[in-house]
């Protein structure tokens, strides 16, 4: 099962993302925004990337895959 707090966690990040995005862009600094945007979206795969890899081993499991 999914934990709760991943989902608040990426929730969180995607609205610190934006409004940092929306900050820079109004400033006139794209190449800032999108270096966050960049940043945010490592920062949310190196998240993810362990429960997809859970997934992964627990279907392999499930089928008695190899």
Same mark, same amino acid.
């Given at each position: 099962m999914v934990e709760v707090s991943v989902i608040f966690f %990426? @929730? =969180? %990040? @995607?609205? @610190?993302v934006t409004v940092i995005n929306a900050l %820079?862009? /109004? @400033? =006139?600094?794209?190449e800032?925004?999108?270096l966050v945007l960049l940043v945010g %979206?490592?920062?949310a795969l190196l998240r993810v990337l362990p429960?997809?890899?859970s997934l992964f081993a627990?279907? /392999?499991s499930v089928f008695s895959l190899y």
């Amino acid at each position: 099962m999914v934990e709760v707090s991943v989902i608040f966690f %990426l @929730a =969180g %990040l @995607a609205i @610190a993302v934006t409004v940092i995005n929306a900050l %820079l862009k /109004q @400033a =006139g600094r794209e190449e800032y925004s999108y270096l966050v945007l960049l940043v945010g %979206l490592i920062v949310a795969l190196l998240r993810v990337l362990p429960l997809v890899l859970s997934l992964f081993a627990e279907v /392999q499991s499930v089928f008695s895959l190899y």
